[in-house]
């Protein structure tokens, strides 16, 4: 059946306009409450946002919702969805939560949600908070004696900090190390550039003022040429990029080019496996990495799972396969020895810490692979279901009997916005364009 609500990453939309209003995030925080309020003990909830004007609004419907079923809220202020699902567990809450669009721009806005356990909701438990949004719950609200209280944890920033030095090696010095940090204006603007410089590294922080409405402008993992020119000018030995949240990040060479999730995917599999800390015989991916990734494991004799797009469905294929490395091309990188969640500052230390040991330029160290040639194309849509057109699913068809064996295709609707995504790869660059721009024309034509 398909949701009203949810989509790959919680819920998402244009702030103050329908699903992203105050009346349904209140209506959230009373659903999730219920849902979450087992038992006679006091239920509690952390909640955290991103640096976007709208997360005040949202924040306060959320108290609101919360509050009045009878749950305690602890307010993080800006901090990273992986802080939210690690301080889920640290404060021994019943559920957390996480006001953030992610990467996108700043009037767009989220809510992400995470069990007791750290780990993001399954589709059956946001199942039935759909269920429950559309029900009227006024008649099972908290009586008054029983009404939570809001409580501001201003330890919250600090804690993940700690936390995250302590997923590198105890002996990990950064001296030495030229960073140039781009935290996209975002939730870990006071965070990353701490935990960085705390390990010795000197750091050059660009992306950390945020205003409300900069939040991944021309900056950050989605936008990384400001970093790429930065870490040229100043000779840095690497850049990192963050998005608005930082759950993902992506990696900026000496030379000032992009590595993305692929390569620190390859390089972090390696390295753990080198050292005996690789679970599963493999790495978790999903269907949107490079093929060139696939080749490189399988000749270290490691085999790549790939999983639907959406940290959350990396994370359901490690937990079901016993896999301790995953992510995403995008930068989504999970180390569930650590983290729950895509945490892009731990998975910066943990290349940081390959860096360190090898003494070698980033260039080197992060280029594992010679990637297929990809295409990712995107076809906005206004309604309707364009790939179940009949024309279309031929022109499909065609394109992957051409390809062969020696490339795939992967089309499918966007879980965050309205658009259909059409990627393709293949080690014939100009029969990969050819096919991707004929299935482009097809479904734009479609879904006019």
């Known amino acids: 059946m398909a949701r009203r609500y949810f989509g790959t990453d919680g819920i998402r939309g244009k702030a103050n306009r329908w699903p992203i209003t105050p009346e349904l995030a209140l209506k959230v925080g009373q659903a999730t409450g219920l849902l979450f309020s087992r038992g006679e003990q ?39 969805t992986p802080a939210v699902a690690m301080l889920t567990r640290s404060l021994r809450c019943d559920v957390g939560v996480m006001i953030s669009a992610s990467h996108n721009p ?26 429950m949004l559309d029900e ?25 900090v700690e936390f995250a ?29 701490t935990a960085l410089s705390e390990l010795g590294a000197e750091v050059i922080a660009i992306g950390v003022s945020p205003d409300g409405f900069n939040i ?43 590595v993305d999730g692929d390569q620190l995917l390859a390089v972090i599999g390696e390295a753990w496996h080198r050292d005996g800390l690789l679970k599963g015989g493999g790495v978790v991916a999903t269907v949107m990495s490079n093929l060139g990734l696939e080749r490189y494991l399988g000749r270290l004799g490691l085999s790549l799972v790939r999983a639907k797009v959406g940290d959350r469905y990396v994370v359901e294929a490690m937990r079901t396969g016993g896999y301790n490395v995953g992510g995403e091309q995008s930068g989504h990188i999970v180390l569930s020895d650590y983290a729950t969640t895509g945490d892009g500052l731990v998975a910066a230390l943990q290349l940081l810490s390959v860096v ?32 179940e057109d009949e024309k279309v ?8 009997s051409r390809l062969g064996d020696n490339g795939r295709l992967v089309i499918r609707p966007s879980g965050t916005e309205p658009l259909i995504r059409v990627m393709g790869e293949a080690d014939d660059a100009a029969l990969l364009t050819t096919v991707v721009d004929e299935i482009v024309d097809a479904v734009g034509r479609a879904a006019a």
């Open 42 to 80: 006091k239920h509690r909830v952390v909640i955290g946002k991103d640096t976007r004007l709208s997360c005040y609004m949202i924040e306060t419907a959320l108290v609101a919702g919360f509050t009045s079923v009878g749950m305690d809220v602890y307010q993080t202020g800006p901090v990273p």
């Open 106 to 131: 700043f009037d767009d806005n989220g809510i992400k949600i995470f069990g007791p356990d750290g780990f993001k909701l399954s589709d059956e438990f946001e199942s039935e908070i759909e269920t």
């Open 136 to 160: 009227d719950l006024s008649n099972r609200l908290a009586e008054s004696h029983k009404l939570g209280r809001n409580t501001r944890i201003d330890s919250a920033a600090d804690r993940y």
């Open 165 to 193: 030095k302590r997923t590198a090696a105890r002996d990990l010095r950064l001296d030495g190390l030229r960073i140039v940090l781009d935290c996209a204006n975002g939730a870990a603007y006071k965070v990353a550039p």
């Open 216 to 258: 991944n402008r021309e900056c950050g993992s989605t936008e990384p040429q400001a970093l790429c020119d930065k870490v040229r000018e100043l000779r840095a030995d690497i850049g990192i990029a963050l998005d608005g949240d930082a759950d993902r990040v992506i990696v900026i060479d000496e030379q000032g080019h992009i």
């Open 356 to 387: 360190s040991r090898e003494g070698r330029p980033v260039s080197e160290i992060c280029h594992r692979f010679e990637p297929v040639p990809q295409i990712l194309k995107n076809v906005r849509i206004k309604g309707g279901r364009p790939l």
């Open 393 to 400: 699913k031929a022109v499909i068809a065609g394109a992957t």
